[in-house]
């Protein structure tokens, strides 16, 4: 589904990721963990186009993702869920929800399911949301694009304990969705929503040197 060979990337001239190889089966989640600094949010804003790739190949369904538009890979089956969010903060929750809605089977009432708290909200404006209700929003809206391949970079990060166990809950319920596949980032290897065997594959990362 997601297969990364030889990698190399980062910005302008600057490498961040060096060699990086990476495959990921349809209805597969694995993590890639390690401390700030060593190209876990690099890695995901590669896949998205958002980097200059100096070297390597990503292969997305067999097809060759570098030849594929920044803006048209939320198109082929990629949902990006950004450290920043980047919700539309003049937009009501359901606007920013339904704004991007793509055919498929998460659906608004779903999204509202997996995260009641937006239901409540459903009338307030993007930026009259705590930080923990964005993130629920950045993930809401990822899929209502109906993707794939949910990428998401250190989601429970700098979040109050109760709203992080609410994202794990979240998270673990995803990652149990034979029909979609998750790749998350994150600084610690204890993620309650991962099992063992999904942690243990994502070890590789903790060893590297932080890029300047």
Do not use: C
Request: hydrophobic residues 40%.
């Amino acid at each position: 589904m997601l297969r990364i060979a030889g990698l190399s990337a980062g910005y302008g001239a600057s490498l961040v990721l060096e060699d990086v190889d990476l495959a990921l089966s349809k209805g597969e989640s694995i993590a890639v963990l390690g401390r700030n600094g060593v190209g876990k949010t690099t890695l995901l804003a590669t896949i998205m186009g958002q980097t200059r790739v100096h070297a390597g190949r990503i292969s997305w369904q067999g097809s060759d993702l570098l030849k594929v538009h920044p803006a048209s890979r939320a198109h082929v089956g990629l949902g990006w869920v950004p450290q920043e969010r980047w919700i539309f903060p003049s937009l009501s929750v359901r606007e920013n929800l339904t704004v991007v809605a793509r055919a498929g089977p998460w659906t608004l009432e779903r999204v509202e399911s997996l995260f009641p708290r937006l239901r409540e909200r459903r009338r307030h404006a993007g930026d009259h949301l705590s930080g923990g209700e964005q993130q629920m929003l950045a993930i809401g809206r990822a899929l209502m694009l109906n993707p794939d391949l949910l990428l998401l970079d250190e989601p429970m990060e700098g979040l109050a304990p109760v709203v992080v166990a609410e994202i794990h809950r979240a998270i673990k319920s995803l990652v149990e969705d034979a029909s979609l596949s998750v790749l998350l980032v994150e600084q610690k290897s204890e993620s309650r929503a991962l099992d063992r065997q999904q942690r243990d594959r994502a070890r590789s990362w903790k060893n590297r040197a932080p890029h300047g």
